[in-house]
């Protein structure tokens, strides 16, 4: 059975930081590109960062470049997501999700699994 199953989320005050974590299983973890996804109360989901199934590439939406690192640690199945410098318009929820590409893509588009989410709250 596939699972990715987010943690970390929770209520920081602006300018605080979170660190989310989400941890795969039930499918080969290297073939995978992986990408973090937010979806805000009323607004559509978008996508925050995804990086490559080696790890060796990394895309950021422009409203998180210089404050969002994502990497993975392939070795646990696990993808990590640094929020810094949180402000109150990232509160939402994130999921993870994985998508199978040739070795070394990156992609952020046509998901196979996704996550359930986690509810991060950055209060002003």
């Known amino acids: 059975e596939v699972q990715l199953v987010e943690s970390g989320g929770g209520l920081v005050q602006a300018g605080g930081s979170l660190r989310l974590s989400c941890a795969a299983s039930?499918?080969?973890?290297?073939?995978?590109?992986l990408g973090w996804f937010r979806q805000a109360p009323g607004k559509e989901r978008e996508a925050v960062s995804c990086?490559?199934?080696?790890?060796?590439?990394?895309y950021y939406t422009d409203f998180v470049k210089g404050r969002f690192t994502i990497s993975r640690d392939n070795a646990k199945n696990t993808v990590y997501l640094q929020m810094d410098s949180l402000k109150p318009e990232d509160t939402a929820v994130y999921s993870c999700?994985?998508?199978?590409?040739?070795?070394?893509?990156?992609?952020?588009?046509?998901?196979?699994?996704w996550g359930k989410g986690t509810l991060v709250t950055v209060s002003s």
């Open positions: 999700a994985a998508a199978r590409v040739p070795r070394g893509w990156n992609t952020c588009f046509t998901m196979d699994y």
């Open positions: 990086i490559s199934s080696d790890g060796g590439d990394t």
């Open positions: 039930g499918f080969t973890f290297d073939d995978y590109a």
